[in-house]
């Protein structure tokens, strides 16, 4: 098993351009979510789903888009990339809700926009 | 609104020694706790969970935390530290409810002295 693949690992963008992270998962799991990661800042939730053709906002949504038409993919749209948007996203996924299951996690995808 | 709070950026710890990790937090139903620990440049790992039952929870590598309702805190602690449990540690909160978020705390660097 893979697991969590995000793709890029790394990725350098203009200010305007756009973008999509690439996540699968083949656990079949049926809950998936993206995070950013800010220095001191911890993880903060941007989009989840809990299933094909479900989406639903986190906390910081603004600036992003996503969908899942499968269960396995859940891509990260960046529209008109700004600075503010420079951070490591992780994408994740558990078997149960956020309240019992473990996530697991991807290895991250490190994005600068200059 | 639910949140968490990690005090302490960093904790430094001999070799050898206990350690404990704070986190305290805040939920407005049952609280269902996590830790989770990001080795450099990797993803989250889960730790260890707590939903009901015993005060003490037992996770991976040694580690346990305790579960204080009256001080809505969830420490991390393991009696022997090793260098190798130096890494970056997250404290999580998602609530009894429908959100199935899950809100992570800021962060706790933990370096442990050879």
């Known amino acids: 098993n893979a697991g969590v693949t995000q793709t890029p690992k790394f990725r350098i963008l203009k200010i305007g351009q756009s973008m999509t992270l690439q996540c699968a998962q083949d656990?079949?799991?049926?809950?998936m979510y993206w995070y950013r990661q800010d220095p001191g800042m911890g993880l903060k939730l941007i989009y989840y789903?809990?299933?094909?053709?479900?989406?639903d906002k986190g906390e910081v949504p603004n600036g992003y888009n996503v969908s899942r038409s499968t269960t396995e993919d859940f891509p990260l749209r960046l529209e008109l990339a700004a600075p503010s948007q420079t951070s490591v996203y992780f994408c994740?996924?558990?078997?149960?809700?956020?309240?019992?299951?473990?996530?697991?996690f991807g290895e991250g995808s490190r994005l600068t926009v200059l | 609104a639910q949140s968490v709070a990690q005090p302490e950026d960093q904790v430094n710890v001999a070799e050898g020694n206990p350690l404990t990790v704070k986190c305290t937090y805040s939920?407005?139903?049952?609280?269902?706790l996590f830790w989770y620990v990001q080795y450099p440049n990797r993803g989250l790992q889960f730790l260890l969970k707590?939903?009901?039952?015993?005060?003490l929870v037992k996770g991976s590598y040694g580690f346990e935390a305790e579960f204080n309702k009256s001080q809505t805190s969830f420490h991390l602690k393991k009696p022997s530290a090793l260098v190798s449990d130096s890494a970056l540690y997250f404290c999580?909160?998602?609530?009894?409810?429908?959100?199935?978020?899950?809100?992570f705390g800021t962060g706790t660097l933990l370096a442990v002295q050879p």
């Open positions: 999580a909160v998602c609530d009894g409810g429908a959100t199935n978020k899950l809100i």
């Open positions: 789903s809990v299933g094909a053709g479900i989406t």
């Open positions: 939920v407005s139903g049952n609280p269902y």
């Open positions: 707590y939903i009901t039952g015993d005060n």
């Open positions: 656990m079949n799991h049926n809950y």
């Open positions: 994740a996924s558990s078997y149960g809700t956020s309240r019992t299951g473990e996530l697991f």
